[in-house]
């Protein structure tokens, strides 16, 4: 990471607008994860590549699974979409065989009416890296079955859901998979959390070494300095009117804990 950090530091003069952005959702993922995810790039060098690891969330078929992908950014992201691609093998109606991701998320924002989508269920700049994993997260546990990717898949799935369990076909194969996936997890020293307590996620915020303060200076400089100066003349206007300043308990370092199943249930995908 080091590396990464001082090759793109060198070079942020001419650093795309979409590089800048990606090492800002970087950095944010990095200190505050999304529950039940591992984000990592696939090369040191490339920030246009990152791999991502997927624990399947308690309680569901994908339970204790460990599954493997990579998303690929376009030059010109945010406004344009990224693509997801699973690595490991998934039996799933929204996903294809070569393992791409068929999200409503994912697709670019025009105006197809044949698609069945409207142009706000598709990508908009503002959504980001944490909108896309926590979609997909929803999606691996509600398929969407009116477009599927895999028409197999998708039959199984209504077969399976529709008997509440009593056809087990499709929860078989899903089964089978996240057995496969351990040595998978085995292999890359990670321990897959089982248990409710074990997803949710504890993060302490990360102080960063000195390579990253000089990549994030370098590109962010002007924009924190800005902010400095504005944070000063409100807290001087606020003691000018006596006002008093507010104050965020907690501390440097303070634990954060955040967990995607304590306070709402997953919410669903419009996808195709």
Avoid at 56 to 75: A, D, Q, R, W
Avoid at 205 to 225: A, F, K, N, R
Avoid at 245 to 258: I, K, M, P, Y
Wanted: with cysteine; proline share 7%; hydrophobic share 30%.
């Amino acid at each position: 990471m080091c590396s990464l950090l001082s090759g793109i530091a060198m070079a942020h003069h001419s650093t795309p607008s979409s590089q800048k952005a990606l090492m800002m959702e970087l950095k944010s993922l990095q200190e505050q994860p999304v529950e039940g995810f591992r984000i990592g790039l696939v090369e040191e060098s490339d920030l246009y590549n990152w791999e991502v690891a997927i624990f399947g969330p308690p309680n569901t078929l994908y339970e204790g699974g460990y599954f493997k992908s990579h998303i690929k950014f376009p030059i010109d992201y945010p406004y344009s979409p990224p693509t997801f691609r699973f690595l490991t093998k998934m039996w799933h109606p929204n996903i294809y065989e070569n393992g791409d991701v068929c999200i409503s998320i994912l697709h670019p924002p025009v105006d197809d009416p044949q698609s069945g989508e409207l142009p706000s269920e598709r990508w908009n700049p503002t959504q980001n890296v944490r909108t896309i994993l926590l979609s997909v997260i929803s999606l691996l546990n509600e398929p969407n079955t009116f477009s599927p990717a895999n028409v197999d898949a998708s039959v199984m799935f209504r077969k399976w859901r529709d008997s509440k369990g009593k056809d087990k076909e499709y929860a078989e194969i899903i089964r089978k998979q996240v057995v496969s996936t351990v040595a998978d997890a085995e292999r890359d020293g990670v321990k897959v959390p089982t248990t409710l307590a074990e997803y949710c996620v504890q993060t302490r915020v990360p102080s960063q070494d000195s390579s990253s303060d000089l990549l994030y200076d370098d590109l962010y400089d002007d924009d924190m300095e800005e902010e400095e100066e504005e944070d000063e003349e409100e807290e001087e206007s606020d003691l000018e009117s006596g006002g008093e300043a507010g104050v965020t308990s907690g501390g440097e370092g303070g634990l954060t804990t955040r967990c995607y199943n304590d306070d709402q249930e997953d919410s669903g995908n419009e996808d195709s």
